[in-house]
């Protein structure tokens, strides 16, 4: 079956240290998400795809970057990680095209910054 | 005005119970409506999508009033399963395939 899976599952860094989260979808999709999910706060944009070579910032993607060689992955990288970017990181994907925007979503990273 | 609005909750109902959630959006170009339910600790998953003026699926039926900006979620004979957040999406305008997340409602259903 087609999926979108997140690895790590759990990581714990240290402040200061470049971290990748890997996101890969089997759906052949053109768009991808990042978000970050912390309490007091619904789900929040931090940089998005919509095919291959494009990448877009959302709303709070300061200290992180992404690239988009192929369709199915969408790595996530922390530059230089933060205590403030201790957060749950949940990776999705939709269609694309006229009118599909439902987003299915990976399982998350939970990521401490220490 | 936040772009989405959802009471918080939490409702806590009866087994068999009749629960309806209510959402108000601010941007007048979204196109297209969504709920997602999410479980404490894992990912979002879709439970409806709502393109027109409502949708119905099982037990579930979903209602969008544009003029008003308003969207509902009516869960019948509710059971201990449906305890979730409940969030209220919709995307972030016309042509576009970002999507603007309530931060949810939370149900708790009661034996």
């Known amino acids: 079956d087609a999926e979108i899976t997140q690895s790590p599952r759990h990581k714990i860094t240290e402040t200061g240290r470049q971290v990748t989260l890997a996101c890969h979808q089997t759906?052949?999709?053109?768009?991808m998400f990042w978000y970050r999910q912390d309490l007091g706060h619904g789900l929040r944009l931090i940089h998005y795809s919509y095919g291959v070579q494009d990448t877009n910032k959302g709303e709070v993607s300061d200290g992180y970057s992404v690239s988009r060689s192929n369709t199915e992955d969408l790595p996530l990288t922390l530059e230089s990680a933060a205590s403030s970017q201790t957060s749950v990181y949940f990776c999705?994907?939709?269609?694309?095209?006229?009118?599909?925007?439902?987003?299915?979503f990976g399982p998350g990273t939970r990521l401490t910054v220490l | 005005r936040k772009e989405v609005e959802q009471d918080p909750g939490p409702f806590n109902v009866p087994e068999g119970a009749t629960v309806a959630f209510n959402c108000t959006y601010s941007n007048s170009a979204s196109q297209s409506f969504f709920w997602y339910r999410q479980d404490c600790r894992k990912e979002p998953k879709l439970l409806m999508s709502?393109?027109?003026s409502g949708n119905e699926d099982g037990r579930f039926t979903a209602q969008l009033n544009r003029a008003s900006q308003y969207i509902s979620l009516l869960i019948r004979d509710s059971k201990l399963s449906d305890s979730a957040t409940y969030l209220c999406v919709p995307d972030s305008g016309a042509g576009s395939y970002q999507l603007t997340f309530g931060k949810g409602t939370k149900l708790s259903v009661i034996p």
């Open positions: 759906w052949n999709h053109n768009n």
């Open positions: 709502v393109y027109s």
């Open positions: 999705a994907s939709s269609k694309g095209g006229s009118s599909y925007n439902e987003q299915f």
